[in-house]
């Protein structure tokens, strides 16, 4: 039984909590903030606020009361269209002392677009926040003509270099398999944008991996390995365990059917490309990509959380006895198109969720934390009638 509690605080800022439990673990979803417009990327910060990207945009701080602040100024101006837009925000690992910040992003026009990567100082005053020093340190340099497929994700390897994933720009997918071109890959790169030492291909100095289609989820397991999840057309969405040098086969090789119900290719597999750990036929549309190392949900430990944009919930992957992934379906009272999910400082499972009212919301455990602090008691404070739930979109196309 699902049982929904709403309180305004006195801040104005509307937090809802839904408990609800599950075979593997009891859990309570809560929203952290609301009122966003696409919320797409999710970062913490060293003092427990968060910044969030907006796609149309906008980068905001959202505080730890939820209290989400005006635009952060001076953002670059990004391409906003179909899948274009602000993607991911990731905070340099010594942000506490130089205040770093990277934003991934479309740019350009129609017929003249691409991915590109900005790093900039965070500065914070009475009048607000803005970025300064904003110097665009990337632009993917294979330029497109179309809005969609531009990956977007972004993370900061073990050995301080940078990680981005770059779509395949849907009409140029061949280019996937084409090591020069910088569509439909993942490429390393020093935080100052340049090719990272050490890249497997001395003729395209920032691959790192390729065959790729649209990867959206990029994380770093706590064993060091690194894993993406990208999606396919019609099935042959997949989670993919990506090491450098490897080839992922899109589109020569995939678990799916193009959009027209035709084979993109009669084979799944071929010798010298790479297996996906797991895929998804009927899609799901993966976006946002954690594995769990927190405390809150001990159970969850090294588990893969993917955020699923078609079912409108997440998906959790785990390790049966053989080995093998197994996957579960979690949080589907969401109800809304998850985009990204990360796991929180505070060891709960954090999400952007899309939607008329786009929010991010958390899963903390049901039990007792010594760490998370007690929830204010809400019965007394809930209304007589709960407000009507929020009108759900019109789907949305699935990437
Ligand atoms: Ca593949």
Redesign the pocket.
Known sequence: MLTRLTTLFCVGVLSQIMFASVATAGYRLETVASGLEIPWGLAFLPDGRYLVTEHPGRLRIVAADGTVSGPVGGVPPVYFKSQGGLFDVIVDRDFVNNGQLFLTYAEGMPRDNGTAIARATLVENADGAKLENLSVIFRVERRKNTPVHYGGRLVILGDGNLLLTTGDGFSFRHESQDVKSQLGKTLRLTPDGKPAPGNPFPDAPYVWTW?HRNPQGLAIAADGTVWLNEHGPQGGD?L?RIEPGKN???PA??YCLDYTGAYVTPYTEWPGM?Q?EFYWRPSIGPSGLAIYEGDQFPEWRGDFFVGALVNREVRRLHRGEDGKLIEEKLFSEIGERVRDVRTGPDGALYFTVEGKDGRIMRAVSDQPQPTVPVETPVDSLVPETAGPETTRPEPAPAM
Do not use: R
């Open positions: 065959g997949e993919n992922f086969g899109w090789i995939c790479e996906p």
